[in-house]
């Protein structure tokens, strides 16, 4: 399977190249030009496998590559991703060309369509090569679930059944018990769905439904069906009935189309917690930071040890801000702790670590500056800006933060792993990342760490930057070995 290796580089290319074939060329229909597929890139973009497995595995090989010309509606050529011909000659015009894994169907069991599209032109002798496409999921997915209580109410389910009908011509039966998700055609047209529970309840047949009126492509909807028993109610003849019997149904809604944080709207198994940081790490001065909790229950957490401290000690089902709090280190040497976040049977701990006593003599607090640009401001780039900014550490600099949201120039944030960078990332631990930022001519490592001052230069990136319109926003925060630090923000916009 095909992998995007440089993502930016192939949009730059690809602007070069729209650029060169703008040569004032009449637009005669009888002329032709080119369309490169070498280097073109399709990929999935499923949020659900995005959080909780952390990255995509759907193969692209066997995907539809379809070009249309757009003022004809006239298929102009149609391959499978893994056969794509190096060059197409094509008769100048318009073009869209659309990617999709399977014909799209009304409604069927794990089904997802997912689908992206794009639209190029080609110039009388000229090379056009198209953008890498991200292929979305195009249809509707819905789960049904029951309550632990309905469950038991249940039994057997053997004429349980759940109908899930999306528009007039989308339907599925849900048998009791039925684990796999249905995927239902979602368009203008098709916007409402209906899902009717029938079946014996304690003994009692019950017809309920729920009517969803906002339904849309992309949306994972879970559908939980409980029970709801009103007040038992004598008759005149004080006998007590049991009409109150009913049930009720919860919605959740899960956007498929986007990279969403872990702890919204995450599909997650029936028992899951999570923790957002597995190690923490402090200078020798009391300090705290936070940890985001997400639990399915009730949790509880607690330190290895007297010197680190967590609030609150639990937690209910949700999300929540678990506190790690550390106190002066008075001693020559490193030490450490445990923080255990425990729900049942599941554990996640936390490694804490905080740096030895040194009797340095207080230092001031780290200072961000810049000659270049504005701190305060949001500043207009080309790719020959010079952007820089000057860092002050009289206490050594133990950190170098930095989190980066750029622009795709389509309202979205770009994904820099795909060029081998992360959107977060700290200059004195690189890690993985080591290559790329030096790649960029950004200091690491040894070049940090240690340092009371430094220049932290991000013109290389101005040349990638200018490609995408929009603000690009640089977040850095400095951390000293006495645990001071100080925050910037380099706003800088491409117009």
């Not at 729900?343 to 905080?354: D, F, L, P, T, Y």
Request: glycine letters at 6%; one cysteine or more; a negative charge.
């Amino acid at each position: 399977m095909k992998k995007i290796t440089n993502i930016l580089c192939i949009a730059i290319l690809s602007a070069i190249s729209l650029a060169s074939c703008d040569k004032g060329f009449d637009n005669v229909v009888e002329a032709e030009g080119k369309l490169s597929l070498k280097n073109f890139e399709a990929t999935v973009q499923n949020a659900e496998d995005v959080i909780e497995s952390r990255s995509t595995d759907i193969d692209v090989s066997s995907f539809r590559v379809v070009v249309v010309n757009k003022s004809t509606g006239a298929e102009a050529g149609s391959w499978v991703y893994n056969a794509l011909p190096e060059i197409v000659a094509l008769p100048v015009g318009t073009y869209t060309v659309n990617v999709y894994n399977k014909e799209l169907q009304n409604a069927a069991w794990e089904s997802p369509y997912f689908y992206g599209s794009q639209d190029f032109s080609i110039k009388e002798n000229d090379v056009t090569t198209v953008d890498p496409i991200v292929c979305k999921l195009a249809n509707l997915k819905v789960s049904i679930k029951y309550s632990d209580e309905l469950k038991t109410a249940i039994g057997t389910g053997e004429d349980v059944k759940v109908n899930v009908t999306v528009g007039e011509n989308s339907s599925l039966d849900y048998a009791y018990g039925e684990t796999r998700a249905g995927y239902f055609r979602c368009d203008n047209e098709n916007k409402s769905l209906v899902a009717t529970f029938s079946g014996t309840v304690e003994g009692y047949y019950i017809s309920e439904y729920k009517v969803i009126s906002d339904v849309a492509q992309g949306q994972h909807r879970i559908i939980t069906f409980s029970l709801k028993t009103a007040p038992d109610i004598s008759d005149e003849y004080g006998a007590v009935g049991t009409t109150g019997l009913t049930l009720d149904a919860t919605v959740t809604t899960v956007d498929m189309t986007s990279d969403i944080p872990a702890e919204e709207e995450t599909i997650q198994p029936d028992d899951y917690m999570t923790v957002d940081e597995t190690e923490l790490s402090f200078g020798m001065l009391a300090s705290s930071k936070d940890v985001s909790v997400s639990a399915s229950a009730e949790w509880t957490a607690a330190s290895s040890t007297s010197w680190c401290t967590v609030s609150p000690a639990n937690g209910a089902s949700g999300t929540t801000t678990l506190k790690v709090s550390v106190a002066d280190n008075t001693v020559e040497i490193e030490r450490t702790a445990t923080v255990t976040v425990t729900m049942g049977s599941i554990i996640r701990e936390i490694a804490v670590k905080q740096a030895a006593y040194s009797e340095q003599p207080t230092a001031a607090a780290p200072t961000v500056t810049s000659s270049t640009i504005d701190l305060l401001a949001s500043n207009t780039v080309t790719a020959a800006s010079k952007v820089d900014v000057d860092v002050l550490a009289p206490g050594k600099i133990a950190n170098f933060f930095v989190k980066i949201n750029m622009s795709d120039g389509n309202g979205g944030t770009l994904d820099l792993s795909s060029v081998n960078l992360a959107n977060e990332f700290d200059l004195c631990n690189p890690g993985e990342y080591k290559d790329g930022l030096v790649g960029l001519g950004l200091p690491v490592e040894d070049d940090v760490k240690g340092k009371t001052e430094m220049k932290f230069d991000i013109s290389g990136f101005m040349p990638l930057l200018v490609n995408y319109s929009g603000d690009h926003i640089f977040n850095i925060e400095v951390v000293d070995e006495l645990g001071q630090s100080a925050k910037a923000t380099l706003t800088l916009k491409v117009e």
